[in-house]
T-cell receptor, first 110, second 114 residues
């Protein structure tokens, strides 16, 4: 699994876009980028994943740089309910487990 | 309907006791997992079962014994509980084994060993 580096914390005003960066400079060709989040002490929740192309779903967008060494998760209109720890994971699609790092604690404020 | 459920939600017990945590998923998934989140919030895989067969055992002490009576259930039995076992234990499931398949997590069981 490639090592990922995320800022420990970020703030975002409600209604604004939250852009969460992740560095994965040692990612290999068969490794995907996954994002999960954990709200307070609930179980982690899947957000999105991608390999090379940018991806969008109803929750977020994932922008992966052309060299794949970094990515950004975008929550287009953050709400208070998006306050959580966001985990960026880089690992092979065939891997049977998720290897969580320390994540970014996103605080959405009024 | 809850997709992945765990019981109990809280468990307080004394050192040396044996306890079990139950997990059930109603998603029809083939693969189930146990994760442990320690006091520093570090979340780590413990076990994974695919169709009742153990596929991952992450050097967990053998005091921990998972049991999968069918593919919808994965229970965790812990013998001779120690203070260091205090943590939140999360069960998860996915359609099949492999990171490309979204993992659905249960609400967690907070175990406190005194």
């Amino acid at each position: 699994d490639a090592k990922t580096t995320q800022p420990p914390s970020m703030d975002c005003a409600e209604g604004r876009a939250a852009n969460l960066p992740c560095n994965h400079s040692t990612i290999s060709g068969n490794e995907y980028v996954y994002w999960y989040r954990q709200i307070h002490s609930q179980g982690p929740q899947y957000i999105i994943h991608g390999l090379k192309n940018n991806e969008t779903n109803e929750m977020a967008s994932l922008i992966i740089t052309e060299d794949r060494k970094s990515s950004t998760l975008i929550l287009p209109h953050a709400t208070l309910r998006d306050t959580a720890v966001y985990y960026c994971i880089a690992q092979a699609g065939t891997a049977s487990k998720l290897t969580f790092g320390t994540g970014t604690r996103l605080q959405v404020t009024l | 309907d809850t997709a992945v459920s765990q019981t109990p939600k809280y468990l307080v017990t004394q050192m040396g006791n044996d306890k079990s945590i139950k997990c059930e998923q109603n998603l029809g998934h083939d693969t189930m997992y146990w994760y442990k989140q320690d006091s520093k919030k570090f979340l780590k895989i413990m076990f994974s079962y695919n169709n009742k067969e153990l596929i991952i055992n992450e050097t967990v002490p053998n005091r921990f014994s998972p049991k999968s009576p069918d593919k919808a259930h994965l229970n965790l039995h812990i013998n001779s509980l120690e203070l260091g076992d205090s943590a939140v234990y999360f069960c998860a499931s996915s359609q099949v084994a492999g990171g490309l398949y979204e993992q659905y997590f249960g609400p967690g069981t907070r175990l406190t060993v005194t």
